[in-house]
């Protein structure tokens, strides 16, 4: 079975930073994309921002099953209505990752309720990505841990709720720790958070942050179909009791 993924970048410093023009041709998303199509049993297209509906469209939702997303500086631009289009395929079963700076966007924090803040800086730090969860499909065929020479550096506290499984935490040069990937679970929906990714560093170039995007793909797939019974409220008459009651609410 072939899993359909989009890939949704901002694709605003591609445009603006002449530095991520060089390190991502094609977009970051672009570079996603070609990462995770290298797998046979993926098939990855790309949306972007600047697209009608921001390529998000309900027919296209509507045959995604993992959607991945990465944005950073224009959060806001993100228009509500998208947003609530992704969050009712999420609660219907599609799968979601979100990468890097999405700790902030309006769908990390319209999903988990919290404000996602962290504390951050930006030096060329060298992080060290470990795997505390050897035995999760996401960590498949990863070491004890892997490098990144150049990221910004995330710092706890993380205000995002206690997820499900943590399967990495970094430990960056200047001393700070981070719970860089996270598990949720939402309605019927996978979701996935995944620290490492900023823009001015060749972080999607890597084969060990392509072998995790590609296993978290496959992880947040959930082949059944729509379970569109999440947005239902259906009322039960006395009648229609699954064994005879009778109605003893008060009369007025």
């Known amino acids: 079975m072939t899993t359909n993924a989009v890939v949704w970048g901002e694709n605003v410093h591609e445009q603006n930073k002449p530095g991520v023009r060089e390190l991502y041709p094609d977009g970051m998303h672009g570079t996603i994309a070609a990462a995770l199509n290298a797998d046979p049993a993926i098939r990855a297209t790309t949306a972007t921002l600047q697209e009608p509906e921001h390529g998000l469209t309900e027919s296209r939702l509507a045959s995604t099953d993992v959607l991945i997303w990465w944005g950073h500086t224009a959060h806001n631009a993100v228009a509500d209505e998208i947003v609530e289009r992704v969050i009712k395929r999420v609660w219907e079963g599609m799968g979601l990752i979100l990468l890097h700076s999405a700790h ?3 769908l990390f924090k319209r999903l988990m309720g919290t404000p996602g803040t962290l504390s ?4 060329a730090e060298r992080e060290r990505i470990w795997v505390v969860n050897p035995r999760h499909r996401i960590a498949e065929g990863l070491g ?14 993380f205000a995002a709720p206690e997820p499900l499984e943590t399967v990495f935490i970094s430990w960056f040069s200047g001393g ?3 719970r860089s990937g996270l598990t949720w679970r939402r309605g019927a929906g996978n979701i996935f958070y995944f620290r490492p990714g900023h823009e001015t560093y060749p972080t999607y170039h890597d084969q060990m942050v392509h072998k995790v995007l590609r296993n978290a793909v496959k ?5 059944q179909i729509a379970y569109s019974r999440v947005h239902q409220v259906p009322h039960v008459p006395v009648d229609m009791a699954l064994e005879p009651i009778v109605d003893r609410n008060p009369k007025f």
Do not use: D, I, N
């Open 120 to 123: 951050y800086r930006e030096a």
């Open 104 to 106: 902030f966007s309006k």
């Open 219 to 223: 992880w947040a797939h959930t082949p």
């Open 176 to 178: 700070e720790v981070f």
């Open 144 to 157: 004890e841990y892997f490098t990144l020479e150049h990221e910004e550096m995330y710092g706890e506290p």
